[in-house]
């Protein structure tokens, strides 16, 4: 059985639930959109649940906020990921995209149960970290300038983490 995830705001004005195969918080994203939005170390840590199992209270203290993602020749595109934040408290709480319906990532500082602790860490999009960054690279963590290749459930599924 998947592992039931709770999470809440920093106000307590949104509580949600999800159900995840893959709750290890391993995945360590330096990008500026990620630091400026979700704060933390200078990176913000997704998880990935299954969207049909999202369970809000508070929906009305929600907002969304798209990215803008610079591209080639500094041209700006809206990313169609929704960045649910609480609209109290400013805390980012889960990533949904439509292009992936069936999912939804919740960022790992908003979840409020215990998570296992990952036996590695994938530090991605280090070409974007901020310069007083200093990366806490441990034995066995891998190093991406932009994107892994592994997906968050082909991480989970090769480490034999995956939870039915």
Not at 6 to 28: I, K, N, W
Not at 60 to 83: L, N, V, Y
Request: glycine letters at 10%; proline letters at 6%.
């Amino acid at each position: 059985m998947a592992m039931k995830l709770e999470g809440s705001c920093r106000c307590g004005a949104v509580h949600f639930s999800v159900m995840s195969h893959t709750p290890y918080p391993y995945q360590l994203c330096y990008c500026s959109i990620c630091r400026k939005t979700a704060g933390g170390g200078g990176f913000a840590i997704n998880l990935m649940g299954d969207y049909k199992t999202l369970k809000v209270q508070g929906r009305k203290a929600i907002r969304i906020f798209h990215a803008e993602i610079e591209g080639e020749g500094g041209h700006c595109e809206k990313s169609s990921g929704q960045r649910h934040f609480c609209s109290k408290c400013a805390a980012a709480l889960w990533l949904y995209d439509p292009q992936w319906p069936e999912l939804v990532h919740p960022f790992a500082s908003a979840i409020d149960t215990k998570l296992p602790v990952p036996p590695s860490k994938v530090h991605l999009m280090l070409r974007f970290k901020a310069s007083w960054v200093k990366p806490d690279f441990g034995r066995g963590d891998a190093r991406f300038r932009e994107y892994p290749k592994l997906s968050i459930e082909e991480w989970h599924r090769k480490r034999g983490l995956w939870i039915e």
